[in-house]
């Protein structure tokens, strides 16, 4: 391959992965072109977009970029995944979609300069929280307290303000209020 169309090749992959600092490897070498067609449609309405990459032009892309650590995973027919909310959400639909495609091979993902390696590192990556998930979570514990205290002071108030109700009820009627023992 000439110099010219490596060239070419890279800028493509600049255009398309642009800026990504997570992602998942995947291979789709045991699947036929109508399953990968219909994959890449799944994928697409969830906008996760899928390129397959040539593995030496794509280690020498990543150099010195957040994906660098996936140039151990590039061997044999590789592509690339991302998009989506994050590369946790890709990881989630890709172990989805394992079930209606098993000749999907699940190479690795990195999220945050973290490497997740095989079929387990990816399964495992898809039981994480999302981004706002974990902000979901954090916002809940955060205010978790604040309602349980609330609810304590609320309670005996409402409980009082019930009994001045069934008083002042009792007072409109005209009944006689009685102390109980």
């Known amino acids: 391959m000439s110099k010219i169309v490596k060239s070419l090749i890279e800028k493509d992959y ?8 997570d992602a998942m490897v995947i291979s789709i070498r045991g699947m036929k ?53 994050s590369v946790v959400e890709v990881a989630r639909e890709i172990v989805d979609q394992l079930k209606d495609f098993p000749g999907l091979e699940l190479k690795g993902a990195i999220l945050d300069g973290n490497l997740f390696s095989g079929d387990k590192g990816v399964k495992e990556l898809s039981k ?8 979901g979570n954090v916002v809940t514990l955060l205010v978790s307290p604040g309602k349980k205290l609330v609810a304590q002071v609320k309670g005996p108030g409402s409980n009082l303000a019930g009994i001045i109700k069934a008083i002042e009820g009792k007072l409109e009627k005209g009944e006689a209020i009685t102390k109980k023992a």
């Open 128 to 135: 994480y929280p999302t981004k706002s998930e974990a902000i």
């Open 14 to 21: 600049t255009a398309k992965i642009g800026d990504t600092a």
């Open 33 to 85: 072109g109508i399953d990968a067609t219909k994959l890449r449609r799944k994928l697409a309405t969830k906008k996760i977009k899928l390129v397959v990459v040539r593995n030496a032009l794509a280690r020498k892309k990543f150099k010195g970029t957040g994906l660098e650590g996936l140039a151990s995973l590039l061997t044999g027919p590789s592509a690339l995944a991302f998009g989506g909310a």
